[in-house]
């Protein structure tokens, strides 16, 4: 499995859209095989999701990120946890734990899209949303 996060200074980069670099990672069996930090020269929002499919990018592990990034992630095949922060590294792991702490709602504005029921309220995020790490600001 091939995992993404957008990176800087070694941290979780929170706006995936201004993202100057991710960190990909090689999975495979439950450990990291490899990893290396790839610069996105230049390339912005939309595009950055072509940018990781054609790395073979299946998993993406970011901070905040907009709705129109979040469809083409998702048109890309790309799953997304938005809503992290901290050390890249100690996500990646994380998320081959099982235990990666994110927020499945990481924006508000996605109304329309197929995730966890509608968004007509988002002061609500608080009830169902164990995986939220506290990262949801409701």
């Not at 230049?42 to 907009?66: K, Q």
């Not at 799953?79 to 508000?108: F, H, R, T, W």
């Amino acid at each position: 499995m091939k995992v993404a996060v957008t990176y800087e200074n070694g941290e979780v980069f929170q706006h995936f859209g201004h993202s100057e670099a991710f960190k990909l990672y090689e999975v495979e069996g439950g450990e990291v095989k490899s990893s290396e930090v790839v610069p996105t020269n230049g390339s912005g929002h939309g595009a950055l999701a072509g940018f990781l499919r054609e790395r073979g990018v299946e998993v993406l592990i970011c901070g905040g990120i907009g709705a129109g990034a979040q469809n083409a992630l998702a048109e890309a095949g790309i799953k997304l946890y938005g809503g992290v922060s901290g050390s890249a590294d100690s996500a990646v792991q994380a998320l081959i734990e099982g235990n990666l702490s994110y927020n499945p709602d990481v924006m508000c504005d996605h109304h329309g899209e197929d995730h966890h029921g509608d968004h007509e309220n988002c002061g609500g995020h608080g009830e169902g949303h164990d995986s939220c790490g506290g990262h949801c600001g409701h």
